[in-house]
């Protein structure tokens, strides 16, 4: 197909040879399946700020670390280079992200770099060639329910390990090979010792996660899997293979208050934002 207009710095450089077709379009980016030599890759190109949706709210962005001071310093003021910094580490908050999860033992597509935006990265595929469906597509019985749902709740742990919160995990951002589920869409993944909203965006990635499977296993329901593992993590007796039970025995009653605020707080500054971004529009 005719070269994407942001792909193309990549095809003169040499890291992709062909662009074979788009693979999604979504709110945050488009996505191409591309050649690289004779490998078969996918390449990911972020939209620019003004166009993306929630991912950029401001509680993602708490606490993640810039390489200089003259960085944050036009990080706050909003000049162009100010801007163009806050693009790139965004960019490449995915592709560290990346390979920060696959060190640690999380299923996650192999990166290849993040060059101008694009992320190049490892085509997840079923085994006849095909791109392996999200797990919101696949047809579940309860035991492989059960099974994929405990691989997952191993990867957030894992993640946690190493200090990363997905953000924004759901059935849309898992894919499902002959192996299992394969976690992706990293780019607002949050720094946990950083980011005062770290626990309770793991709640809600554990929740959804947890809803989801219940669908097909019933048996999930009720589990207290997020709040099992936030006491293990603030205990410092997170590990990676440590065994989990989905039972909590919640000893401090009033305890929550905070996180409650916290949500209601996050979710009014993201109203907030959409509006003015509407009227930026
Ligand atoms: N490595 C990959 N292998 C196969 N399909 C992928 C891969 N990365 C993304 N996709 C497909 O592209 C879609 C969009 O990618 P995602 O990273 O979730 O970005 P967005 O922010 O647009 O949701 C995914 O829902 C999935 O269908
Ligand atoms: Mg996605």
Redesign the pocket.
């Given at each position: 197909m005719k070269t994407p207009k942001r792909i193309q710095p990549l095809i003169d450089d040499g890291l992709v040879d062909e662009v074979l077709r788009p693979?999604?379009s979504?709110?945050?980016?488009a996505?191409y399946i591309v050649r690289c030599g004779d490998e078969i890759r996918?390449a990911?190109v972020y939209k620019e700020a003004s166009q993306r949706s929630f991912k950029q709210a401001v509680h993602y962005q708490e606490g993640r670390k810039v390489r200089n001071s003259r960085q944050a310093r036009a990080m706050e003021k909003g000049t162009r280079f100010g801007r163009d910094q806050q693009e790139a580490a965004w960019q490449n908050a995915e592709v560290d992200a990346l390979y920060r999860l696959a060190d640690a033992g999380v299923r996650v597509?192999k990166p290849y770099g993040c060059f101008d935006g694009v992320l190049l990265?490892?085509?997840?595929t079923v085994e006849d060639g095909q791109?392996?469906p999200?797990l919101n597509d696949v047809a579940l019985s309860s035991e492989e329910a059960m099974a994929q749902h405990a691989v997952l709740m191993n990867y957030v742990v894992r993640m946690l390990c190493v200090g990363l919160v997905h953000g924004d995990l759901s059935e849309?951002?898992v894919?499902v090979d002959e192996a299992g589920p394969v976690i992706?869409?990293l780019p607002q993944a949050v720094d946990a010792s950083a980011n005062n909203n770290a626990q309770w965006m793991l709640a809600r990635d554990v929740d959804r996660i947890t809803a989801y499977y219940a669908l097909y296993a019933p048996a999930l329901e009720g589990t207290q899997y997020a709040k099992e593992i936030w006491a293990l993590y603030e205990d410092g007796a997170l590990l990676p293979d440590v065994a989990l039970t989905g039972l909590f025995v919640d000893n401090t009653p009033d305890a929550d208050v905070d996180t409650v605020l916290r949500v209601i707080q996050a979710a009014q500054e993201e109203e907030d934002e959409r509006r003015q971004r509407m009227q930026d529009a």
């Open positions: 693979l999604m979504g709110k945050e980016a996505v996918c990911k597509p990265m490892e085509l997840v791109v392996a999200l849309f951002n894919l992706i869409d």
